[in-house]
């Protein structure tokens, strides 16, 4: 009798790194922020769940797990933002398949939580504002140009919320991948 080979399980290990790299675009850099500075994530059964917000705006990158599923939902963990680098580094050393996010690079959420994102992302789609002028920074339009690309997403769906105090949502559809993304971004009123 042929012993089964048991099949790989995990993240495409190139992908994992642009989803990290994408998502270290959209996270806070200032130190008076802790909870924001690092990438916050999560694992279910299915996929990986990353997000990244500097205040302005937000990101959630979802990638499918190849594989086996994971036999729970484990805790939110963070990657600190001195040690992406490493993260990206330890991964891409590793095999093709990248059984998880390297342990050593993680840590526990601790005193400086990060913030719920399913509070701010737009649940239902609205008109754009007729009444005033909405507009967003320049830098924060250019970060959404430059994930995209970093997703290898070539289609941008955007959506106004319900109303034009909540902000622009944009659906990033990545061609032939198993990537998902969500960006939001905070608008400024003129």
């Not at 990638?63 to 992406?84: D, M, N, T, V, W």
């Amino acid at each position: 009798m042929e012993a089964k080979t048991k099949e790989p399980s995990g993240y495409d290990a190139k992908t994992l790194v642009r989803v990290i790299q994408a998502a270290r675009l959209a996270m806070s850099d200032d130190e008076t922020r802790l909870g924001l500075c690092g990438l916050s994530f999560v694992e279910d059964k299915h996929r990986l769940i990353v997000e990244s917000t500097n205040g302005h705006l937000c990101l959630r990158i979802e990638l499918q797990r190849f594989g086996e599923p994971l036999k729970q939902k484990r805790e939110r963990r963070r990657i600190p933002a001195s040690l992406i680098s490493l993260a990206i580094e330890t991964i891409k050393v590793g095999e093709f398949i990248a059984p998880e996010i390297p342990e050593e690079c993680t840590e526990a959420e601790g005193d400086f939580p990060f913030p719920d994102l399913d509070v701010v992302f737009p649940k239902q789609a609205g008109d754009a504002p007729k009444d005033r002028v909405v507009g967003w920074h320049p830098v924060y339009v250019e970060a959404l140009g430059k994930i995209a690309k970093r997703l290898r997403a070539p289609c941008v769906r955007m959506q106004w919320a319900a109303n034009v105090e909540s902000p622009l949502r944009a659906d990033l559809i990545s061609a032939g991948e198993n990537v998902s993304a969500v960006f939001c971004l905070m608008p400024m009123s003129f």
